[in-house]
């Protein structure tokens, strides 16, 4: 009998010793047997967990928020007025411009699209002729929003407040040229806010031919404000254009790199320095070796830009691009990719985790994006991560209610809560003035502790109205609330709501129903115990992890090298609890071996799993075998 002990470390040499009577006892690392390696690049499969140098867990879930939106929603975006005392979300539908606002607790929304002209003035109403195949795409200046989808003018929504607050056309975009014959913009597919201007790429013109190889800039803008014109022909300003040349394709993207503006097309990229002489911009190539997929398909981090292009996964420094993505990575995001949803790919910046995350779809040609991949920075490591449906994932502060704080004071039961606007100093009688408020998830949301209320005692529990998690992702107000499920929707063309969800909630949830539940797993397939000519059988585990709650170990194996995935003998699961078990034992021989770790739900009140995990953190694990002969 051997044992062999996997390590998450990759800089340990083999340590082997002869034991009478055992045979090979000792330490393999994964340099010498990369079957064994627990490093995040050897496992074949995954979801819901956070990985890095030092081990794995399962990653924080998602949190259903009361808010309906339309189905065709996918851009989000934050704003606030002047004076920071309102807040809200700017969201983009196929048809419509939508602001999310914090209303005593709730969220609520609002139709700002404009729908009527101004009188003597250009400014017209958004059409809706937006198209499938386009995405919004958005740029912030000074704090005011400027979105565009390539069918219409660009939308602006100024810093106003709410009862002014509105989406109309951005002047001066498409007013005509100065100079007799010259014809005005009409729109444009990308844009991005970029010192005092504003620079859009893939242009549209009234009466003539589009320029998809054009960028376009504004004149300066004063600082607190857009520019106000766009006008290439005037030569007091010093707003222009710049046709590239055809070879890298149209423009797609628009990404800030150290003061630089990086101009990402379909197979190149071209940088722009802005030189402040009469030329305005000085524009040459960067490089010619990869472009972008879409033009959300790019984020700045850290100086550096990571681009999605058609084939692979980039670190840019502006020179040299270089690929991040491994194999599993690759088909994961490009197996489901088409025509009809490669412009839905989106990346987004999570410095609160320190992660790039990729969103890309769940399942072949649909609009539908089911699978985060999350690249660690610090680590250089890759995770995976389903759950739910969505269209975008946007990283925006937390929105705030403008209403006075109140205090919140649980009485007696879990489905009444009163409210009132002084201090608590008595927790048995509740004061004339109070307000009760039921059900309380329609005011206010939160979780008690391990979501169970038999653990949470809520009798003259006192919370200030307006309390705020750490600020890690999209995050909203909580009070107290009673334990509540809410389904997450599995697929949009059975009827599921579409609603606005946390992403990072502090509870390992991924869904609240068993259709769209999402284990965290780990698993690693191909394992070579020992040689290939021989049967070996693995005969126990000893799991390195630590936690507070069990965990289910799977071990398998096949009888010939290269079987397929549906090929593995699976032995029944065994839980394993790392408070009072220090390994599990199995008999599985075969040539290659399978192991898998998955999370173990928690029960609610009833004894029903509530699809919420405890963590564990998994550093390494031990196999026990013994050779068995031949086949």
């Given at each position: 009998?051997?044992?062999?002990?996997?390590?998450?470390?990759?800089?340990?040499?083999?340590?082997?010793?002869?034991?009478?009577?055992?045979?090979?006892?000792?330490?393999?690392?994964?340099v010498d047997r990369r079957g064994f390696e627990i490093d995040p690049k050897a496992w074949t499969g995954m979801n819901s967990v956070r990985m890095d140098s030092g081990g794995v867990e399962p990653a924080w879930g998602y949190k259903r928020q009361a808010l309906d939106l339309p189905a065709d929603a996918h851009s989000m975006d934050y704003v606030s007025n002047r004076d920071q005392s309102e807040n809200f979300y700017i969201v983009g539908c196929d048809a419509a411009i939508l602001a999310i606002y914090n209303d005593t607790g709730v969220l609520t929304s609002k139709e700002i699209?404009?729908?009527?002209?101004?009188?003597?003035?250009?400014?017209?109403?958004?059409?809706?002729?937006?198209?499938?195949?386009?995405?919004w795409v958005t740029a912030l200046k000074d704090g005011h929003l400027v979105l565009t989808n390539g069918k219409d003018a660009p939308q602006m929504v100024l810093r106003n407040n709410f009862a002014g607050l509105e989406a109309?056309?951005?002047p001066g975009f498409t007013t005509v040229p100065s100079i007799p014959g010259l014809q005005p913009y009409t729109t444009c597919k990308t844009i991005i806010a970029f010192k005092s201007f504003l620079v859009a790429g893939n242009i549209g013109f009234l009466n003539a031919d589009n320029q998809p190889n054009m960028i376009a800039w504004s004149d300066a803008a004063d600082n607190g404000s857009l520019p106000s014109g766009w006008d290439y022909s005037d030569e007091n300003t010093i707003s222009g254009n710049s046709t590239m040349p055809s070879d890298f394709g149209a423009v797609i993207a628009l990404e800030e790199q150290r003061g630089d503006l990086m101009v990402y097309c379909e197979r190149g990229c071209y940088r722009m320095q802005y030189t402040g002489d009469s030329f305005i911009f000085r524009i040459a190539e960067a490089f010619d070796t990869v472009g972008a997929l879409n033009p959300r398909a790019t984020c700045s981090n850290r100086g550096l830009n990571i681009v999605v292009s058609r084939t692979d996964i980039m670190l840019s420094d502006g020179q040299a691009p270089q690929s991040i993505a491994d194999g599993l990575v690759r088909k994961e995001l490009f197996g489901a990719l088409s025509q009809t949803n490669d412009?839905?790919?989106?990346?987004?910046?999570?410095?609160?985790?320190?992660e790039v995350l990729v969103i890309c779809p769940g399942k072949q040609d649909s609009l539908w994006m089911g699978t985060v991949l999350a690249w660690s920075w610090?680590?250089?490591?890759?995770?995976?991560?389903?759950?739910?449906?969505?269209?975008?994932?946007?990283?925006?502060?937390?929105?705030?209610?403008t209403v006075d704080p109140l205090q919140w004071h649980a009485q007696q039961t879990y489905d009444e809560i009163y409210r009132w606007g002084h201090d608590i100093t008595d927790g048995t009688t509740l004061p004339p003035a109070a307000e009760q408020i039921n059900p309380v998830t329609d005011v206010i949301d939160s979780t008690p502790d391990e979501q169970d209320p038999d653990q949470?005692?809520?009798?003259?529990?006192?919370?200030?109205?307006?309390?705020?998690?750490?600020?890690?992702?999209?995050?909203?107000?909580?009070?107290?609330?009673?334990?509540?499920?809410?389904?997450?929707?599995?697929?949009?063309?059975?009827?599921?709501?579409?609603?606005i969800y946390q992403f990072d909630w502090f509870q390992y949830s991924y869904g609240l129903s068993p259709t769209a539940n999402r284990t965290p797993y780990i698993e690693r397939r191909g394992i070579n115990v020992s040689n290939d000519e021989t049967v070996q059988m693995v005969t126990a585990v000893y799991p390195r992890?630590?936690?507070?709650?069990?965990?289910?170990?799977?071990?398998?194996?096949?009888?010939?090298?290269?079987?397929?995935?549906?090929?593995?003998?699976?032995?029944?699961?065994v839980v394993f609890n790392p408070e009072t078990d220090y390994r599990i034992t199995c008999r599985v021989a075969g040539r290659r071996h399978a192991i898998r770790f998955d999370a173990v739900s928690k029960v609610d009140q009833n004894g029903e799993p509530n699809y919420a995990y405890s963590n564990f953190r998994l550093a390494g694990y031990d196999l026990e075998f013994s050779h068995v002969g031949r086949r």
């Amino acid at each position: 009998m051997s044992i062999i002990t996997v390590q998450w470390h990759t800089s340990v040499s083999k340590q082997l010793h002869q034991v009478d009577g055992l045979g090979t006892v000792g330490y393999v690392s994964p340099v010498d047997r990369r079957g064994f390696e627990i490093d995040p690049k050897a496992w074949t499969g995954m979801n819901s967990v956070r990985m890095d140098s030092g081990g794995v867990e399962p990653a924080w879930g998602y949190k259903r928020q009361a808010l309906d939106l339309p189905a065709d929603a996918h851009s989000m975006d934050y704003v606030s007025n002047r004076d920071q005392s309102e807040n809200f979300y700017i969201v983009g539908c196929d048809a419509a411009i939508l602001a999310i606002y914090n209303d005593t607790g709730v969220l609520t929304s609002k139709e700002i699209t404009r729908t009527d002209p101004l009188d003597d003035q250009v400014i017209v109403p958004y059409t809706g002729s937006y198209a499938g195949g386009d995405t919004w795409v958005t740029a912030l200046k000074d704090g005011h929003l400027v979105l565009t989808n390539g069918k219409d003018a660009p939308q602006m929504v100024l810093r106003n407040n709410f009862a002014g607050l509105e989406a109309e056309e951005m002047p001066g975009f498409t007013t005509v040229p100065s100079i007799p014959g010259l014809q005005p913009y009409t729109t444009c597919k990308t844009i991005i806010a970029f010192k005092s201007f504003l620079v859009a790429g893939n242009i549209g013109f009234l009466n003539a031919d589009n320029q998809p190889n054009m960028i376009a800039w504004s004149d300066a803008a004063d600082n607190g404000s857009l520019p106000s014109g766009w006008d290439y022909s005037d030569e007091n300003t010093i707003s222009g254009n710049s046709t590239m040349p055809s070879d890298f394709g149209a423009v797609i993207a628009l990404e800030e790199q150290r003061g630089d503006l990086m101009v990402y097309c379909e197979r190149g990229c071209y940088r722009m320095q802005y030189t402040g002489d009469s030329f305005i911009f000085r524009i040459a190539e960067a490089f010619d070796t990869v472009g972008a997929l879409n033009p959300r398909a790019t984020c700045s981090n850290r100086g550096l830009n990571i681009v999605v292009s058609r084939t692979d996964i980039m670190l840019s420094d502006g020179q040299a691009p270089q690929s991040i993505a491994d194999g599993l990575v690759r088909k994961e995001l490009f197996g489901a990719l088409s025509q009809t949803n490669d412009h839905m790919v989106q990346v987004v910046e999570y410095p609160a985790k320190s992660e790039v995350l990729v969103i890309c779809p769940g399942k072949q040609d649909s609009l539908w994006m089911g699978t985060v991949l999350a690249w660690s920075w610090i680590t250089n490591t890759w995770s995976k991560r389903n759950g739910l449906l969505m269209r975008c994932l946007a990283n925006v502060p937390q929105l705030v209610s403008t209403v006075d704080p109140l205090q919140w004071h649980a009485q007696q039961t879990y489905d009444e809560i009163y409210r009132w606007g002084h201090d608590i100093t008595d927790g048995t009688t509740l004061p004339p003035a109070a307000e009760q408020i039921n059900p309380v998830t329609d005011v206010i949301d939160s979780t008690p502790d391990e979501q169970d209320p038999d653990q949470y005692d809520i009798l003259a529990a006192d919370v200030t109205y307006g309390t705020i998690l750490a600020d890690e992702g999209v995050l909203y107000m909580f009070g107290i609330a009673t334990y509540a499920k809410a389904d997450f929707p599995e697929d949009q063309e059975e009827g599921a709501e579409t609603n606005i969800y946390q992403f990072d909630w502090f509870q390992y949830s991924y869904g609240l129903s068993p259709t769209a539940n999402r284990t965290p797993y780990i698993e690693r397939r191909g394992i070579n115990v020992s040689n290939d000519e021989t049967v070996q059988m693995v005969t126990a585990v000893y799991p390195r992890m630590e936690g507070a709650g069990p965990i289910e170990i799977r071990v398998g194996a096949v009888d010939y090298i290269g079987g397929a995935v549906g090929d593995i003998r699976w032995d029944p699961a065994v839980v394993f609890n790392p408070e009072t078990d220090y390994r599990i034992t199995c008999r599985v021989a075969g040539r290659r071996h399978a192991i898998r770790f998955d999370a173990v739900s928690k029960v609610d009140q009833n004894g029903e799993p509530n699809y919420a995990y405890s963590n564990f953190r998994l550093a390494g694990y031990d196999l026990e075998f013994s050779h068995v002969g031949r086949r």
